[in-house]
């Protein structure tokens, strides 16, 4: 059976992934890589395998809401923002903020010339870590809706997932 290709890439880092000791610890990691992933590859993902799909869940109905308080993340079970405390995780509901007067102007404009871009690395949040999930961009291409996300990093078992999962 071949993996799907959120397996398939952490497969490859582990087979050829460069090592690293910092304050997370030991890490390999990659660099300049590409994940494509279709709407089939997305189910396959979440639908497929057992991933933490309702801490994934809560965790973005948080930031929906526009939560910033961390005790609400811990109440709801999500530990992993422990690590980079308050300041970081303010940062990433702002992007749930913006989604709207973008969604409004894409579906008024629907100008398939033009890439309407998301940028979350301008947060306010005090904090020396920008977020991993960079920017999204949206384009309309032959009546559909396009997206791609940049990233400047991400951990694989924790961050991608998430970021996947909300982009989902």
Known sequence: ??????????????????????????????????????????????????????????????????????????????????????????SYPTYFEKMPALIEQINREKRSSKNYVLFLGATGAETNQAPCLSLIQFQLDDGELVLSAYQRSSDANLGLPADIYHLY
């Open 1 to 90: 059976m071949t993996p799907n290709k959120y397996y398939a890439i952490l497969g490859k880092i582990l087979q050829h992934g460069k090592r690293q000791s910092n304050k997370k610890g030991d890490i390999m990691y990659l660099l300049n890589e590409q994940l494509h992933l279709t709407p089939y590859d997305l189910l396959e993902i979440f639908e497929g395998h057992n991933i933490a799909r309702k801490k994934l869940r809560n965790e973005l109905t948080l930031f929906m809401a526009g939560e910033r308080d961390l005790t609400k993340y811990r109440e709801a079970g999500i530990n992993w923002w422990n690590y980079c405390g308050q300041n970081l995780i303010n």
